[in-house]
């Protein structure tokens, strides 16, 4: 039997931001950090775009609002003091039909509302920064930044461990029990009692919820992100991040073009329904997951609600000409010979009672217990601060016992 003040499931960068918190703000409280997989950020955090996001895009007053700008001042930070390469990059947002430009312009005015340093362009200030990009109007943001995730999960874990908390890798929690007292886990061999947990798993964080007794809010759909990367003789199409104005209707940025740290230019992610929690690939395909999903009256919502954008994006993942006309709008030199399918990431997208795609982060709390129920990107820029959120929601609830 292990015993702990808190214990944190899962160890993608909310989980590990939140036990480095808890830490960092009462020093004495000893923390168990239960990751299933067999390294840290095996997930969403390590298999997502690297973009540090300025803030740009969310509803004034939301937490992603609140904690994305602060937070990616923190994160470049972190890395800065950690040793994690990161690189200020700023990028583009180009409008490619007259239609979107009242949407950029209105994403100009929101971002400044949040505190983002962003403007209009002229054509002449485009070609000289992105000579190969296509658009009708751009806009420019100076604080975006571009790092390595998976570095900073790990140095994240290397601070857990400086600071007296417990890792743990391997460590599926499969059973949680409520005591008077706190809670008991199983978590492979190791049985755990903790005073308090708190639920940061990510694709499995509906789940999770249920196991510990409650009935979350939302349930959890995963769609796939997937991406491809420019062959290296033709990296020189672009010089910094380029983003589509987002379609409003959807929580996701759209297809992006990404330099990398290692000079690899991301194109991606789409936004494909997956057929598994960790469907990274069309085969993977749960049944279980399938079918509850199928008996749930609000995924069936959201299915009546978006099947039209799901076929487009199955066409668009199946068939590369398609992926590769939609980049085209943007990068009219490139062809279907210069990309090739560069892996993909899973998000977890949380979905409301009446079938509605959650935008906001969702973070709710039971007896001594916190869960993190939605955290969408922007959550890995914003994950120091969204940590220190929960870790004082967690502490909290210590002290209420
Ligand atoms: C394609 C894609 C692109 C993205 N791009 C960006 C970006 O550029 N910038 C940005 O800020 N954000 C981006 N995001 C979002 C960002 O990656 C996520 O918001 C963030 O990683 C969420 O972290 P997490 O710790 O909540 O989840 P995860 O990283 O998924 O971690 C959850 C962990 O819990 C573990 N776990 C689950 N169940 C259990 C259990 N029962 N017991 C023990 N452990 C368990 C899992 O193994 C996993 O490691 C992107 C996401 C995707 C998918």
């Known amino acids: 039997m292990v015993d702990a003040d808190v214990v944190v499931i899962g160890g993608g960068i909310v989980g590990l931001a939140t036990a480095r918190a808890v830490l960092r703000s009462a020093p004495g409280t000893s923390v168990l950090v239960l990751e299933a997989e067999r390294r840290w950020g095996a997930h969403q955090s390590g298999h997502n775009s690297n973009v540090i996001h300025s803030g740009l895009y969310y509803a004034p007053g939301s937490h992603k609002a609140r904690m994305a700008r ?17 690189r200020r990059t700023g990028k583009l947002v180009v409008a490619t039909r007259p239609a979107e430009v009242p949407r950029l312009d209105a ?5 400044t509302a949040n505190g983002v340093t962003v403007r209009r362009i002229s054509k002449v200030e485009l070609a000289e920064r992105e000579p ?3 658009a009708v109007a751009a806009a420019h943001v100076a604080e975006t930044a571009v790092t390595d995730f998976s570095q900073v999960c790990a140095a994240m874990a290397a601070e857990i461990a ?3 908390g417990e890792l743990r890798t391997g460590a599926p929690v499969e059973r949680i029990r409520s005591r008077g007292d706190g809670v008991v886990l199983t978590a492979g061999d190791a049985t755990v009692r903790a005073r308090a947990l708190v639920n940061c798993a990510g694709l499995h964080s509906d789940r999770v919820a249920r196991l510990s007794g409650i009935t979350p809010p939302v349930r959890i759909v995963p769609f796939r992100g997937e991406y491809f990367a420019l062959r290296p003789e033709r990296q020189h199409l672009v010089g910094g991040p380029v983003y589509p104005v987002p379609d409003p209707a959807l929580p996701f940025l759209g297809i992006h073009l990404t330099p990398m740290l290692d000079g690899t230019v991301h194109i991606g992610p789409n936004a494909v329904p997956a057929f598994a929690r960790h469907g990274y690939r069309w085969r993977d395909v749960d049944g279980r997951m399938l079918g509850d999903l199928l008996r749930d009256p609000a995924s069936r919502g959201l299915a009546r609600r978006y099947w039209r954008y799901g076929i487009g994006e199955f066409a ?3 068939l590369r000409p398609l992926f590769v006309r939609s980049v085209r709008a943007m990068l009219p030199e490139v062809t279907a010979r210069d990309v090739l399918r560069h892996g993909a990431g899973v998000r977890a997208q949380a979905v409301d009672d009446d079938g509605k795609l959650v935008d906001d982060f969702v973070i709710s709390r039971a007896p001594r217990a916190v869960h993190v129920l939605n955290a969408p990107s922007p959550a890995a820029t914003a994950s120091l601060l969204i940590g220190e959120r929960v870790a004082a929601d967690v502490l909290d609830e210590l002290v209420a016992e």
Do not use: T, W
């Open 316 to 318: 668009r993942s199946a």
């Open 70 to 86: 602060a937070g990616a001042e923190e994160m470049i930070r972190f890395c800065a003091e950690h040793d994690v390469p990161v």
């Open 162 to 164: 400086e600071l007296g």
């Open 107 to 111: 994403l100009v005015e929101r971002g």
């Open 132 to 134: 190969h990009v296509a």
